[in-house]
């Protein structure tokens, strides 16, 4: 038995399109507000939302909802996996602190532009 599902849409910089099957397999029949949020009858909406970021562009993505909760973003998302390395904690405490650096810089900058 094979699976024949396409592969989930792959957000990049710029605008991109989906394929057709991927409109098909990812796109709900049904689009309807439950509680605030967007979906459909509990299903599955991961490949809806990245064909939605692949179409938009994650550049625009930024420019509609502001540099600052990207940086967060991606804070948590890196300490969460740092949190799982199982290596030396120097190594990931070297790590962090890098990161912390980078994402310190990022921080004063989107707050600078978007002053």
């Known amino acids: 038995m094979t699976n024949n599902k396409p592969e989930l849409p792959q957000p990049r910089l710029e605008p991109a399109s989906i394929t ?8 709900p029949e049904k689009l309807e507000l439950s509680d605030g949020y967007l979906g459909y009858g509990g299903q599955d909406q ?3 939302h990245l064909a939605v970021l ?3 562009g994650l550049l ?3 420019r509609r909802t502001g ?3 990207w940086v967060e973003a991606l804070e948590r998302h890196v300490r969460q996996k740092l949190a799982t390395v199982n290596g030396e904690p120097e190594v990931a405490e070297a ?4 990161f912390n ?4 810089d990022l921080a004063a900058i989107a707050d600078y532009l978007e002053e």
């Open 101 to 104: 650096r980078a994402m310190s």
């Open 54 to 56: 692949t179409n938009m």
């Open 20 to 27: 057709f099957d991927q409109y098909i397999e990812f796109t």
């Open 95 to 98: 790590m962090l602190n890098r």
């Open 67 to 69: 540099m600052s909760l």
């Open 46 to 48: 991961i490949g809806f």
């Open 60 to 62: 625009t993505a930024i």
